[in-house]
């Protein structure tokens, strides 16, 4: 059975969820807002799961009241990286550290390469497994230059 039958990438909240439209992101920050949490803008080119350290897009807004602020920065984030995967990140520093609370995916590149299951056998009949994204295949900054002109291998 498929657990995820569109092949999108599933990572944070609403990741099984149709694209959320800006005004649903709006909404998302001002509950975010309402709870105390500073966002952050975050993109990159390789999604991998244990890639957990997306580039910054700018400063995280710690003091900023209005979701509109947290929009326009992602939109500018999505404008000038239109082939990498943005999110945004909430904290919650109420425990005096910076917890992520709230994470999701707010765009995502044209073509969308997935993942592949890699097995090896070692020491005997023991098997290892690992899943690398076929995007890792091109260097950084190329990574959905051919597929989204339509090149294939």
């Known amino acids: ?3 995820n039958p569109t092949g999108r990438l599933t990572q944070g909240q609403f990741s099984f969820l ?23 803008v975050e993109y990159t080119d390789d999604p991998h799961p244990r ?24 939109r500018a984030c ?3 990286f239109p082939k990498h995967y943005v999110r945004l990140l909430a904290f919650d520093s109420t425990r005096g550290v910076e917890t992520i609370a709230m ?8 073509t969308e ?16 497994y690992a899943i690398r994204s076929y995007s890792a ?7 959905y230059q051919r597929r989204s002109m339509g ?3």
């Open 1 to 3: 059975m498929m657990t």
């Open 18 to 40: 149709p694209d959320l439209t800006d005004e649903e992101i709006a909404l998302q920050v001002d509950y975010g807002l309402r709870k105390g949490y500073a966002w952050s």
């Open 51 to 74: 890639n957990t350290y997306w580039e910054m897009y700018g400063a995280p807004m710690f003091d900023l009241r209005d979701a509109a602020g947290v929009v326009q920065e992602m």
């Open 78 to 80: 999505r404008e000038t």
């Open 103 to 110: 994470s999701f995916i707010v765009h995502r590149p044209p």
């Open 113 to 128: 390469p997935g993942f592949t299951l890699e097995r090896q056998e070692v020491n005997g009949r023991s098997m290892r």
């Open 137 to 143: 295949d091109e260097p950084e900054g190329e990574r």
């Open 151 to 153: 090149m294939r291998d």
